[in-house]
C-alpha cells in the first residue's frame, strides 16, 4: 500500500511544477525561443526575456527544443503547434543534415553549417525528436520512423564500436563516452514503445543496457563513468575518473524503465545502486541540491549545481518509487519531494517561465541567459513524474 502523505505532499509539488510549465515555461519559450524568421529555435533567453539572437545554434537543441513543444501539443496546451513544429523540423533537416544522412554539430544565425563534424550524441537527440513528433501527430508516424531507421542504419553500418556499442566521433577518436549512448538508450526506448518495426529498437536498447551494466558501471562501486579508452575500459587520464550525480539519476531512470519492460530484477538493482550513490555523494554542502561531479572515490570534482540533474533526480526517485524495492518506496517519494524543492529554487526568476542554469557552491544562483538545452530536461522530468506517479496510484 502508498503511504499516503509523501504520495499527497509529492503531488502537491508536481502540481506547482506543472503549473510553472504550463502557464509560464511554455508560453514564453514558444513566444521568445522560436526564431519566427528561420523556423529554428534559440540557444538562450536572456533574464530580460530578451533571446540571444547572435548565439551560434547547436544541432542538440533544435530537436530537444522539438521534443519540448510536440510534448505541449501533445499535452493540449494552446499554440501553433503544427506550424511551429513542421518549421522546426524543415530549419532542422535543412541546416544540420548532411549528405550521407547524419547531422552536422553547429550553425551561425544565418542557418549556415560551420561545424559538419559527426558527433553520436547529435544523432540520438534527431532520433529522440523523430519518435516523439511521431507519438504526437499520428499522421506524421510514418514518415518519422522512415526517418528514424534510415538515420539509425547510417549510424550501426558506419560507426558501430568493434565489440559493443558506437563511436561518438569521426573519425573515431578518444576518450569513449557513455553519455551519448544514454541518450541513444532514451531514444531506443521510446521508439521502441511506438514502431511499427520495434525490433531493432528494442535490440538496441537491450545492447546499450548491457554495455552500461557490464562497461559503464563501475563492478565494485556500482557508480557510472564517463570516459574510456578503446576497449571500454576507463580511460587512464583524470577523465576516467568523473563519474557525474546527473547521470547516475538518468542513467538510474533508464535503467528502472528498461529493467521493468524486460522483468531484469539485476538492472533495476543497478538503478538502485545508481541512485543512491547521487544522493548521498552527489549534494551539495547544504544538502539541498545535486551538484554537478564527483570523483570515482566519490570525493567532489566539480561542487557547481546546475539546472539539469535536479530534474533527472526527480525522475530517477518518482520511477524507483513504481519499480523499486517496495520496502524502499517512501523513501523514494520522500527523495521525490526533496527533488522537486531543488528543483524549484532554479525557477525563482524575474521572469517567470526561465530558470537560473547555476547554483555556485557558496548558494548562490548565478545570473545569465537560461540555454534552451535545459527545457528538454524540465519537459520530460515533469511529464515523466507525473505519468509516473498516476500509475503508481493507480496500481
Known amino acids: 500500500m502508498l503511504t499516503v502523505e509523501p504520495m499527497k505532499t509529492l503531488e502537491i509539488e508536481l502540481k506547482k511544477l506543472s503549473n510553472w510549465l ?4 511554455i508560453p514564453l519559450w514558444l513566444s521568445q525561443g522560436v526564431d519566427q524568421a528561420s523556423g529554428g529555435f534559440y540557444e538562450r533567453i536572456g ?3 530578451g533571446p540571444m539572437i547572435r548565439d551560434n545554434r547547436r544541432a542538440r537543441v533544435q530537436p530537444r527544443q522539438l521534443y519540448c513543444f510536440a510534448a505541449a501539443r501533445q499535452r493540449g496546451l494552446e499554440g501553433q503547434w503544427d506550424l511551429i513544429l513542421r518549421n522546426g523540423l524543415g530549419y532542422f533537416e535543412k541546416t544540420f543534415r548532411k549528405d550521407d544522412g547524419t547531422f552536422g554539430a553547429l550553425a551561425s544565425p544565418e542557418g549556415d553549417l560551420i561545424d559538419p563534424s559527426f558527433d553520436l550524441y547529435n544523432q540520438a537527440f534527431a532520433l529522440f525528436a523523430f519518435a516523439q513528433l511521431a507519438a504526437t501527430i499520428p499522421d506524421a508516424s510514418m514518415a518519422m520512423e522512415e526517418k528514424a531507421t534510415d538515420l539509425f542504419r547510417v549510424i550501426r553500418t558506419r560507426y558501430k564500436h568493434p565489440v559493443i ?6 573519425p573515431p577518436g578518444l576518450p569513449l563516452c557513455s553519455n551519448p549512448h544514454m541518450h541513444l538508450f532514451e531514444a531506443a526506448l521510446a521508439w521502441e514503445a511506438i514502431a511499427e518495426r520495434p525490433a531493432e529498437w528494442t535490440a538496441l536498447a537491450d545492447e546499450i543496457a548491457e554495455l552500461a551494466m557490464t562497461r559503464f558501471i563501475d563492478s565494485r562501486s556500482g557508480g557510472l563513468r564517463e570516459f574510456f579508452d578503446h576497449d571500454w575500459k576507463p580511460h587512464p587520464s583524470d577523465k576516467g575518473r568523473i563519474m557525474e550525480p546527473g547521470h547516475q539519476f538518468e542513467w538510474a531512470w533508464l535503467l528502472a524503465r528498461w529493467g521493468s519492460l524486460r522483468g531484469h530484477r539485476q538492472a533495476i538493482a543497478k538503478a538502485e545502486r545508481l541512485f543512491e550513490i547521487g544522493i548521498t555523494h552527489g549534494m551539495s554542502e547544504d544538502g539541498k541540491v545535486a551538484i554537478m561531479s564527483l570523483y570515482d572515490d566519490f570525493t567532489v570534482h566539480d561542487p557547481v549545481a546546475r539546472m539539469w540533474p535536479q530534474t533527472e533526480w526527480l525522475k530517477a526517485a518518482t520511477k524507483l518509487a513504481a519499480v523499486g524495492t517496495l520496502e524502499k518506496r517512501d523513501h523514494y517519494l520522500h527523495s521525490a519531494i526533496a527533488a522537486c524543492q531543488a528543483f524549484e529554487l532554479f525557477l525563482q526568476t524575474p521572469v517567470k517561465g526561465l530558470w537560473y542554469d547555476k ?10 541567459p537560461a540555454p534552451a538545452s535545459t527545457f528538454y530536461h524540465i519537459v520530460c522530468a515533469i511529464l515523466d513524474a507525473n505519468d509516473t506517479v498516476a500509475a503508481l496510484k493507480a496500481s
Open 359 to 368: 547554483r555556485s557552491p557558496d548558494c548562490r544562483l548565478i545570473d545569465e
Open 22 to 25: 504550463d502557464n509560464q515555461g
Open 47 to 49: 533574464q530580460d526575456r
Open 165 to 170: 556499442g558506437f563511436e561518438h566521433s569521426d
